[in-house]
Antibody, heavy 123, light 111 residues
């Protein structure tokens, strides 16, 4: 059974760096074809793709946010960590992590998601 | 990239069929076979319903189907059931990098 769970601070101040952790089970990021990705949804806005890390440790970032994002993995802990620098009120959103299984459902479909974690940015 | 365009709401009675549209451009929906649909009950994890325009993951009922015409993709839910009441989101590969763009979501109400 595949599960993912996001964790991190509920509140950060402007200019701070946000660190979120995605803890997963039921698959390994050492397995060829497996990836973990991050998506967010700000209140009243569409979902927004942020970043991806794959089984070979290759990383990909949203074109519009790549200067602020870093994603890494710890396969011994089955965790993926997202860092986002210089947080602003516009970054207030629910942040989700999700799995990609490239050889099952392709490169751009997210077959399992976490429930998300709400992060507010306020002084 | 701009978000994909979905109607904010849709509705139908139990047993009826409902189709939700998702409009993009030739650079995303019209240019690649990477359209996905997700069902989201608030407070729960979103669920993948359709990938690569028409494909259903194992375990998704056949009454959920996807299609595409030009730059518009569609999700059809046949034989509406009460548990289908949820938010539905489309997504598409945006044509560069690994960027994926999403629709704004459609709230489906089962009357």
């Amino acid at each position: 059974q595949v599960t993912l769970r996001e964790s991190g601070p509920a509140l950060v101040k402007p200019t701070q760096t946000l660190t979120l952790t995605c803890s997963f089970s039921g698959f390994s990021l050492n397995t060829r074809g497996m990836c973990v990705t991050w998506i967010r949804q700000s209140p009243g806005k569409a979902l927004e793709w942020l970043a991806l890390i794959d089984w070979e440790d290759d990383t990909y970032y949203s074109t519009s946010l790549k200067t602020r994002l870093t994603v890494s993995k710890d396969t011994s802990k089955d965790q993926v960590v997202l860092n986002m620098t210089n947080m602003a009120p516009a970054d207030t959103a629910t942040y989700y992590c999700a799995r990609i299984s490239r050889f099952t459902s392709g490169w751009y479909a997210y077959d399992f998601w976490g429930r998300g974690t709400l992060v507010s940015v306020s002084p | 990239q701009s978000a994909l365009t979905q109607p904010p709401s849709a509705s139908g009675s139990p047993g009826q069929s409902v189709t939700i549209s998702c409009t993009g451009t030739g650079s995303d929906i019209g240019g690649h076979d990477y359209v996905s649909w997700y069902q989201h009950h608030p407070g729960k994890a979103p669920k993948l319903l359709i990938y690569e325009v028409v494909k259903r993951p194992s375990g998704v009922p056949h009454r959920f189907s996807g299609s595409r015409s030009g730059d518009t993709a569609s999700l059809t839910v046949a034989g509406l059931q009460a548990e289908d009441e949820a938010d539905y989101y489309c997504s598409s590969y945006a044509g560069r990098n690994m960027d994926v763009i999403f629709g704004g979501g459609t709230k489906l109400t089962v009357l």
